[in-house]
Structures are given as C-alpha cells and as structure tokens.
C-alpha cells in the first residue's frame, strides 16, 4: 500500500485558515486522496477526497500537487471545534476490496 | 439513517474470556471493515468484507474472528481475550463505485480493556 507522510503536530489560531500538507510521493494512478480527522474520543470523519483536480466542500479545500505527489487540505477559518487528528490516506479498490490505510496523522492545535 | 452503530461502547474483560463486538450500517454498504486503535497510533485493519458471505483478513487479524452473514452486520469476535487486545475497536462501512472512490463511514467505536 502506497504510503503518506504528515508532520506530527501543527498550531493554528482560531478563525486563521490552516494548510495541512501531505507527501505521497509513491501514490498509484489509481489511489484517491482522502482526508479524514478524528474528534477526541470519538470515531473517524470524512472530510475531503480528490482524485487530480482540487476540490471544495463545506468543511474544507484539497489542493493535489499537478505530479500528485503532495496534497494540502485547507481550512479556510479554524475554529476550537477543528482541533482533532487529521489523516491523509490513498485509498483504491482493487479485488480486495477499497483501502484505507491510516498512519499516525496530524494533531492540529487550535489556540483561541 | 443512524449510519454506523457499535455495540456495545464500553466493556471490561477479564484474560481468557469471550466477546463479539457488535457492528450495523443502514445504509446497505457492501463493504465492511474493522479496525482497532492502540494509544496515539492510526487505525490497524483487523478484518474486512466485501460482501455478505465475503472475508478476509486485514493488518492484524491474529485473536480475531469474523462473519458477514447479511449486508447489515459485521461482528467481531474475540475467542480468547489478551490484555494485547485493549484498545478502541472502530467498525466502517463504505460502498465504492464502479465510477470511482467513495469516503468511509465510521462508528463511534466499541473501547475495550483485558484485565
């Protein structure tokens, strides 16, 4: 499975947007890159995938490099409720099934 | 839809005891996933099914078992629990597209000490 590299931890003021970078420098032509985060205590939750083109829903902004070797998720206003563990993870179906292989991810920090 | 719902969220199990950690989606996803968190780590694939009738082992299955008797239900069981085997057990569902990749849906998770 196609791995992802994340800065452990990252800071960010509330209502100031956020850049969370992620490096898959052997993603597949097959694998999507999805982000979810997990809230404390509680399970993952989808917030953005993309396969080439950047792409916009109400949570949040993925911006996929042109080589597809990196991608950013962006929040546009942190706010308190943002603080969780963000994961970048490339997904693809296969025989087996859709992947999601999680690493360790990003703890965002977001200070009032 | 109530989506992915664990059961139950809590239990405490003493080494060698028995136990199935329930899982149901309503959102007739075929496929089903398991996966188990340790403190400060990512998520690990203990089991995963494509299908009623459908399995197959993920990362870790070791200590596990599953079934996938209808679209639904996904449990887990653990025969012979270890203390190795605390940890928050999270249950997911999705259902891909022949056009493309669809997001997970995940439960609020079933945490489990072995004392």
């Known amino acids: 499975d196609a791995k992802t590299t994340q800065p452990n931890s990252m800071e960010s003021n509330e209502e100031e947007p956020v850049h969370l970078p992620c490096n898959h420098s052997?993603?597949?032509?097959?694998?999507?890159i999805h982000w979810y985060r997990q809230l404390p205590s509680q399970g993952p939750e989808y917030v953005i995938h993309?396969?080439?083109s950047n792409v916009n829903n109400r949570m949040a902004s993925l911006a996929i490099a042109e080589d597809r070797k990196s991608s950013t998720l962006i929040l546009h206003r942190a706010t308190l409720r943002d603080a969780a563990v963000y994961y970048c993870?490339?997904?693809?179906?296969?025989?087996?099934?859709?992947?999601?292989?999680f690493g360790p991810g990003t703890r965002l920090s977001v200070l009032p | 839809n109530a989506g992915v719902t664990q059961t139950p969220k809590f239990r405490i199990l003493k080494i060698g005891q028995s136990m199935t950690l329930q899982c149901a989606q309503d959102?007739?996803?075929?496929?089903m996933y398991w996966y188990r968190q340790d403190p400060g780590m990512g998520l690990k694939l203990i089991y995963y099914?494509?299908?009623?009738?459908?399995?197959d082992k993920g990362e870790v299955p070791n200590g596990y078992n599953v079934s996938r008797s209808t679209t639904e239900d996904f449990p887990l069981r653990l025969e012979l629990a270890a203390p190795s085997q605390t940890s928050v057990y999270f249950c997911?569902?999705?259902?891909?597209?022949?056009?493309?990749?669809?997001?997970?849906?995940f439960g609020q998770g079933t945490r489990l000490t072995v004392v």
């Open positions: 997911a569902s999705s259902s891909p597209r022949v056009t493309g990749n669809t997001e997970a849906f």
């Open positions: 052997t993603i597949s032509g097959t694998d999507y």
């Open positions: 993309g396969l080439t």
């Open positions: 993870i490339l997904s693809r179906i296969d025989n087996y099934g859709q992947n999601f292989v």
């Open positions: 959102m007739n996803h075929n496929y």
């Open positions: 099914s494509v299908g009623a009738g459908i399995t």
